[in-house]
């Protein structure tokens, strides 16, 4: 595997390094051990699939609170994307910045984006579908967003968006009141989450309404 680290310090594009014969090709699209060296988080407990139908869908931009920060790790298996990150740990040298990358099936691009990251992307095909893994189970009250067309961000979308969630496009404006960012960098869950449970709860699921990640 190949790991390229961007400007966004902590955040990986990873490629798959291929041995290619008459057969075909042959490589490794995930490895704890070589995570691991590279200083990723090399923990996996979710993998999950979104379908996309139509060309402009765009979801994001979507993060966990701590203690249920979740490292992601996303690839593109049928169609393009464009994905988007965004750095939130308050104390990083790249504070508040974004950076997008198209991810296809066929550029092998995947993207590693760390605890503290915010995540979206727009379809740039119908009939899309990407995978991801996370470090940490998927946990409704702690789920938080900011707005995908956030001036702060300086993202530019490729697309006019055709298909958004009310969700997506009613998260606030940054920095929210909701973020409170600790001396170590990472955000404190409020009281009334951390009334809710440990994290190990979280991972057997918060009892909250789950929305479409």
Known sequence: MIFTETRLKGAYVVQIQKIIDERGSFG?????????????NPSIIQMNVASNHRRGTLRGMHYQLAPYAEAKYIRCTRGAIYDVIIDLRAGSPTYGESQGLELTPENGRMIYAPE????GYQTLEDDTEICYMTSFAYAPAAARGVRYDNPAFGIHWPLPVSVISAADQAWPDFPSRDIVPDVCGRDIVPDVLSKQGSAQDAGNGVPTKEIQP
Do not use: D
Not at 28 to 40: M, V
């Open 116 to 119: 503290g990251f915010a995540h």
């Open 28 to 40: 490794r699209s995930w490895c704890q051990r070589e995570f691991a060296e590279h200083g990723l």
